[in-house]
């Protein structure tokens, strides 16, 4: 499928954009490396049996602290793909500001195949074997949901975690990604979609860039084709949809792939596939050949959001998409890049695409370790006194605001409002500053190298200012 590893191939990409920097060799082989791979075996207990289950945590760089990455549960998962994956998670941090550095975890299951009972098991042992080693803790390494983990599983990792740390204030910070009743944040479940739905329409109102693929400039009215109908998949659907006024016009997921040419509904096939088990069949659709057929369609936008290689050498140059968001993990090869890029399309990277999950993340970790709730703090800063004052500075200047504007600007805004505002102006700015690394040097000729090279310039200098220790 591809030529290289998932992690030669990050490598590869980071290669490539080290070039455009000035920093010493030595540095970018410190930059690149993964610090420490934690590989482990545990045994579970399946009714009279024993199974041996394989499952890894590696923190690719600590310039800064905590380490920062979710947990994939899948028959996929490797060292090879744990590692890329925790390499993109340094530069998806340094991209976004957030101040982190990257880390990832993996268990080689099938989460399909296991009870929810087995699945407690499974994660709460992994989570004990993270303890023992220090690799997991509010200021050491703090996991997330990945791909087949969600917030249930996230729940059980803060349960182990504080059952083995008696005593820890701050044990709720050991994990995101938790539901709101146990530490969690408004807004976390949505985050990855939302924010690629943020890049995307970023991306569609630069004038000179939507000229240059022969597109109108704004997202609405844009098609869409979305593969994996996961969390970051539905969330970007639903959001494009509801809020961009895209037209999803095809599915690819596990079972099968649909077509409709004037949208498929998005949320009605949410509930088709909940009650049916399947997107296959849904009312007023046509079902394509293979599971991968709705990649190939004609469209504005594709986004890929199940698993990393899906588009690659056998299948780049079917790829008729103008604009391709990367929201899963390396799902384009390098070899498949090479293609793409020929043929003029803009690929936003994975890097930056996804980092909305990180970012969010990240507020959910400033509130567990302050151990306040983010609107009970602004109720404390709300007075009448500040809401006449803003309206004098309106009537002054005779400037209006709308309600959400107002509501932000008098501290009445409640969490989900600063975590949703929050999320678009980190998407927006990291944008703007990737856009702007890939305009200065003509040498850089895509988003992906001008992505690396603002990464690594950023995280470069921490390390410089660090210096080597001992
Ligand atoms: N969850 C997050 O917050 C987050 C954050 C950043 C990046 N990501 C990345 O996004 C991707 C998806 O993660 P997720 O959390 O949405 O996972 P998920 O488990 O919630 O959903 C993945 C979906 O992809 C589908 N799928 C699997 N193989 C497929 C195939 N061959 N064709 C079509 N569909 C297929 C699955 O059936 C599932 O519905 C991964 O690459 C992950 O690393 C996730």
């Known amino acids: 499928m591809s030529n290289y590893s998932f992690f030669e191939g990050v490598e ?53 602290s905590p380490t920062k990455g979710g947990i994939r549960y899948s028959q996929g998962v490797n060292q090879d793909e744990v590692m890329a994956l925790a390499a993109l998670m340094t530069y998806k941090c340094a991209v976004v500001d957030v101040p982190f550095g990257g880390a990832k975890g993996g268990v080689k299951i099938n989460a399909r195949e296991y009870s929810e009972e087995e699945l407690e098991k499974i994660t709460r042992r992994y ?12 200021g050491m390494d703090v996991p997330a949901p990945d791909y087949g983990t969600g917030p249930r599983e996230m729940a059980w990792i803060m349960d182990t975690y504080a059952a083995l740390n008696s005593g820890e204030i701050d044990a709720a910070g050991c994990v995101t990604g938790k539901p709101v009743s146990q530490n969690g944040i408004q807004g976390r479940t949505e985050a990855t979609g939302r924010g690629v739905y943020y890049a995307v329409r970023e991306a569609c109102n630069h004038e000179e860039d939507m000229n240059a693929l022969g597109l109108t400039t704004g997202l609405k009215g844009k098609t869409m084709v979305i593969q994996g109908l996961g969390n970051v998949g539905s969330f970007t659907g639903k959001i494009s949809q509801d809020e961009g006024d895209v037209k999803i016009i095809g599915v690819a997921e596990y079972e099968g792939s649909i077509y409709k040419e004037d949208g498929l509904d998005i949320h009605a096939l949410l509930d ?23 990649l190939e369609l004609e469209c504005d936008i ?26 899963a993990n390396g799902p384009v090869t390098p070899e498949a890049e090479e293609v793409l890029l020929a ?6 990277p994975d890097m930056y695409a996804n980092a909305g999950g990180v970012t969010v993340s990240y507020f959910e970790w400033l509130k567990n370790l302050s151990h306040m709730r983010f609107g009970r703090m602004q109720k404390r800063f709300e007075s009448n006194r500040y809401e006449l004052l803003v309206d004098l500075v309106l009537k002054m200047t005779g400037k209006e605001l709308n309600a959400g504007e107002r509501k ?32 200065a040097k003509p040498e ?4 992906r190298t001008a992505a690396f090279v603002y990464a690594i310039e950023k995280i470069g200098s921490d390390y410089t200012a660090l210096g080597i220790w001992p």
Not at 276 to 293: A, C, D, N
Not at 302 to 327: F, M, R, S, T, Y
Not at 413 to 435: F, H, K, P, Q, W
Not at 444 to 447: C, G, N, T
Request: hydrophobic share 40%; proline share 3%; with cysteine.
């Open 12 to 64: 590869k990409n980071f290669d490539k954009a080290a070039k455009h920097t000035d920093l010493p060799s030595g540095l970018l082989e410190q930059i690149k490396g993964c610090n420490a791979v934690f590989r482990m075996n545990f045994p579970i207990k399946r009714g009279n049996d024993i199974e041996v289950i394989e499952a890894y945590r590696v923190q690719h760089s600590n310039h800064r």
């Open 127 to 138: 989570a004990s074997e993270l303890v023992r080693k220090n690799f997991i803790g509010p």
């Open 343 to 348: 043929k003029g399309c803009l690929i936003i």
């Open 302 to 327: 594709l986004v890929p959001a199940a698993l990393e290689n899906q588009i690659n050498e056998g299948n780049a140059a079917d790829i008729k998409a103008k604009i391709i968001v990367e929201a």
């Open 272 to 294: 088709f596939r909940a009650k049916t088990g399947s997107i296959v069949g849904f009312p007023g659709s046509t079902t394509l050949e293979h599971r991968s057929s709705a």
């Open 444 to 447: 850089i000729k895509d988003l």
């Open 408 to 439: 932000l600007l008098t501290f009445g805004a409640d969490e989900v409002d600063l975590v949703r505002s929050g999320l678009e102006e980190t998407m927006i700015n990291a944008y703007n500053g990737i856009r702007n690394t890939w305009k």
